[in-house]
């Protein structure tokens, strides 16, 4: 097996969350507080079989679907505790130690980067993959900096602060704007990063939904975009890496490479790269000029 990077080695989970806390931490909330309540709900079931039983007979009218009845129900809260236990386990997992080991994977999956002098993390969310890319250019001795766009209002100053406390403020710039109208010009940066995000875009129609899709799609044609031709693309998502398999392809993107599957957030999620071609050819003696979606 690889030795584990320093930035990782260096930190426990404590430390990593005490800098970076967990996104959605309602969500988390959510399970535990459920998975209690089914914890208890099944308890009582053991603890007051016997009357339960008592008291369906009078419904059910027989002692032996009575208990059934009982038991099945006892044996669904239980197993759903146990569910719940692991979802909220597995959530807080993927929140940041997952994280930060695949922010780690997808540093690696640019060979160069002492090269690279602009780089954006598109949804920098709190930073990890951000930092983790600022560290990269702070050990290579780049001159480079890395642009994280938040899409939110006043997640550029928390996203700041993490930077900073990870010793690296001096290679990160933060600025909020709409990911489906990136506000950089066309073959600008080196690099463009993007960790479990670009599935929440356009899920105000629903994710299953073709406008959903068309949305994520856009998504796509704008990292395309402000690509430097000969530059990398690095994307962890859940759900839909297929769908954005499809559209690199469609634009001829090159070298376009998935990884294993992950489980992170009780889903299945990959890594997919790619690099954008020198020369934009979109078909035989034919040059696309507009990388746009």
């Known amino acids: 097996m690889g030795k584990r990077s320093s930035s990782s080695a260096s930190k426990d989970w404590a430390q990593i969350y005490a800098v970076y806390g967990v996104d959605q931490w309602q969500t988390l909330l959510f399970l535990l ?5 089914f914890s208890l709900l099944s308890l009582l079931f053991l603890l007051y079989f016997d009357p339960i ?9 027989s002692p032996g679907g009575a208990r059934y009845a009982a038991g099945f129900a006892g044996a669904v809260t239980a197993i759903s505790a146990v569910c719940l236990f692991f979802a909220a386990g597995n959530f ?13 994977r997808m540093v690696n999956a640019v060979s160069d980067w002492s090269a690279v002098r602009n780089a954006l993390d598109l949804g ?3 930073g990890l993959l951000l930092n983790a890319v600022a560290t990269q250019l702070k050990k290579t001795g780049s001159s480079g900096r890395v642009v994280g766009l938040a899409p939110g209002k006043g997640a550029a100053l928390a996203t700041l602060r993490t ?17 489906r109208s990136l506000p ?10 993007s960790a479990v995000f670009v599935h929440t ?12 899709a068309a949305e994520r799609m856009r998504v796509v044609g704008e990292l395309v975009r402000v690509l430097k031709p000969g530059g990398v693309g690095v994307v962890w998502d ?14 001829r993107m090159e070298d376009i490479r998935v990884s294993e599957r992950v489980t992170a957030f009780m889903v299945g999620s990959h890594v997919v790269s790619f690099r954008k071609p020198s020369q934009a050819v979109a078909g035989p003696g034919e040059v696309r000029l507009d990388w746009r979606c």
Request: glycine share 8%; charged share 25%.
């Open 33 to 37: 507080f459920h998975a209690v309540l």
């Open 92 to 104: 807080l997992y993927s929140a940041v130690p997952l994280h930060q080991e695949m922010a780690q």
């Open 184 to 193: 950089f010009p066309d073959n600008y940066f080196d690099v463009v990063t």
């Open 238 to 251: 859940l759900l839909h890496v297929p769908e954005y398999v499809r559209k690199l392809q469609e634009l």
């Open 53 to 61: 039983c008592g008291y369906l007979e009078a419904s059910l009218s």
């Open 163 to 179: 930077a900073k406390m990870e010793g690296v403020q001096e290679y990160v710039t933060c600025r909020e704007g709409d990911v």
């Open 124 to 126: 920098c969310g709190r």
């Open 201 to 212: 875009v356009g899920k105000e129609h629903g994710h299953r939904t073709v406008e959903a």
